[in-house]
Nanobody, 120 residues
Framework: QVQLVESGGGLVQPGGSLRLSCAASGSIFSIYGMGWYRQAPGKERELVATMPIGASTNYADSVKGRFTISRDNAKNTLYLQMNSLNVEDTAVYYC??????????????WGQGTQVTVPQ
């Protein structure tokens, strides 16, 4: 099993910044990719940014130039730096990792989600 613990969400004024963290632990033999997704009320979960191992990072058009995904390999921790936040960024943010957990290849694991709220 793999555990993902997210932190860093909260209430921030328009134009403000937040940094989300996602610490992975457990049966991680290798990581194929990590990413951030979000789900706003009444909407489907959508990709925010992904960091496949050995490939380029990928951002949703709506966050390009404002959000930055990064990773600390030594800590198995994923980050999402979010700048110039606006009301459309309000959502629950989830981290996701695809790993070999000793049993399954490319096994997907999701974090519990962290709320980001940008008021009007």
């Amino acid at each position: 099993q793999v555990q993902l613990v997210e932190s860093g969400g909260g209430l921030v004024q328009p134009g403000g910044s937040l940094r989300l963290s996602c610490a992975a632990s457990g049966s991680i033999f290798s990581i194929y990719g990590m990413g951030w997704y979000r789900q706003a009320p009444g909407k489907e979960r959508e990709l925010v940014a992904t960091m496949p191992i050995g490939a380029s990072t990928n951002y949703a058009d709506s966050v390009k130039g404002r959000f930055t995904i990064s990773r600390d390999n030594a800590k198995n921790t994923l980050y999402l730096q979010m700048n110039s936040l606006n009301v459309e960024d309000t959502a629950v943010y989830y981290c996701k990792v695809d790993v070999f957990d000793g049993i399954r290849t490319m096994a997907p694991y999701w974090g519990q989600g962290t709320q980001v709220t940008v008021p009007q």
